[in-house]
């Protein structure tokens, strides 16, 4: 009798085993992500010190961000393969490794070298959550694996609210940015030391043996199937207040538009991701438990519309400081649920390589709207200074990019379970 396979290559556990080493690898595994969200989400606390080290103007700076989306994309899609391939002794490691080097690369104020290290950091992040769900589908069973995934991404928005409101004290404290980079790349190559260590060995031999190409060929499955395509749209969409609009510009926006102090500014940005820590695993067990899907990337959409168009067109008083940035954080815990969908509209078989092809979408959307819209602010202002028109402006395309995902939504196929046990 065959082995269940994973959501992400190998075998997974049958419903009475705990695999004890792979539940430790994982455990590390959750300091990776919460690294790589911390890593992403730090540069938008230290844009004036970013931009005077570089000696670049707001499209550059955003440019030179949002290179860390290119790399990311891309090797989404390698870091599934690999790990199917090779197992995850040597190539999770490896990630961790990519990250390290790149974020150490960041602490250098020349900004072809600081260029290198953001691409490094793309690169290296694009293995944690591809590795965290196939260290997790070894170490549990079946029946956890939902709540193993929710608890990853819990910890990697903590890593995203990290990098902003423990960040901005650090650098003006303690460290100067270009300390914190190199501190930072320390921490995370001891971490690339732990799970060299603690991940277990697996036999890949037959893997190893077949053609390269053989390892992506699932990948042609899930990018000819439409609803693949759907699937990163919506998710990508529902991703760029948080990415772009959150982790990039929210500081700035607060600070320059709203006239916030920097330490609250840095706080109420970073409660974005804290909204995320709570409506991720929330919105999720609501859609497991109705057994519908669209239903909750709808509620969560609705959330976030609300939330995006009172910070962008009603007074900052109208509000508690910190609700809407909550709220639009919570809300758009819904894009995590096309990468559920995205695997049930696939066969078994390409199940990771589903999750590598809805981070490439989601994350290629970021890498061409960053600097798309860093350029579009700074012919905004004229070359000067951004005020609160800009951002105003700004925050339609996250608008925009809400409604368009909710259209996309409804060409969705259903996916839930109420919907499966009907048919």
């Known amino acids: 009798m065959s082995m269940p396979t994973t959501a992400i290559g190998g075998t997974r556990p049958a419903a009475s085993e705990f695999h004890t080493a792979f539940i430790v690898a994982w455990l590390f595994c959750l300091l990776f992500y919460f690294m790589e969200y911390a890593v992403r989400s730090a540069p938008s606390v230290m844009l004036p010190e970013l931009t005077t080290a570089f000696g670049l103007t707001t499209v550059g700076l955003s440019s030179l961000i949002g290179l860390y989306y290119y790399t990311y ?11 199917d391939r090779w197992g995850a002794k040597y190539t999770i490691p490896i990630g961790v490794l990519l990250l390290a080097l790149g974020t150490a690369m960041f602490a250098v104020d020349v900004s072809w070298i600081a260029a290198l290290g953001r691409l490094l950091q793309g690169a290296g992040a694009a293995f944690a959550f591809v590795a965290a769900v196939y260290l997790a589908a070894h170490g549990l069973p079946a029946r956890y694996l939902a709540t193993a995934i929710g608890i990853t991404q819990c910890i990697g928005m903590l890593g995203g609210a990290a990098g902003q409101f423990v960040t901005a004290p650090l650098i003006h404290g303690p460290f100067d940015w270009r300390q914190f980079w190199i501190w930072a790349g320390v921490v995370t190559l001891l971490i690339a030391v732990a799970m060299f260590v603690a991940t277990p060995h697996e036999h890949k031999s037959l893997g190893s043996q077949t053609s390269i190409w053989d390892t992506f060929a699932p990948y042609k499955i899930v990018l000819t199937n439409p609803q693949s395509y759907l699937c990163g749209l919506v998710g990508g969409l529902l991703f760029l207040p948080t990415t772009v609009g959150a982790m990039t510009w929210g500081v700035s926006f607060l600070q320059e538009g709203w006239h916030v102090d920097y330490s609250q ?10 909204g995320w820590v709570f409506g991720c695993p929330i919105l999720g067990y609501i859609a497991d438990r109705i057994g519908r899907r669209k239903p909750v990337v709808f509620g969560g959409a609705a959330l976030m519309l609300a939330a995006m168009l009172a910070i962008a067109y009603l007074p900052p008083e109208t509000f508690p400081p910190y609700l809407l940035a909550f709220l639009l954080g919570f809300g758009s815990g819904a894009a995590m649920i096309p990468y559920s969908i995205i695997k049930e509209v696939n066969p078994d078989n390409a199940k990771g390589s589903a999750t590598g092809a809805m981070n490439f979408l989601v994350f290629v959307m970021s890498a061409l709207v960053s600097p798309a819209l860093g350029w579009w602010l700074h012919r905004r202002a004229g070359g000067g200074a951004l005020t609160l028109d800009q951002f105003v402006e700004a925050n339609s395309v996250y608008v925009a990019a809400i409604v368009l995902a909710v259209v996309l939504t409804l060409f969705l196929k259903e996916t839930g379970s109420a919907v499966r046990a009907a048919h």
Do not use: S
């Open 265 to 274: 500014a840095v706080d109420r940005a970073a409660t974005v991701a804290m």
């Open 73 to 83: 994309a891309v090797f989404a899609i390698i870091a599934g393969a690999a790990v």
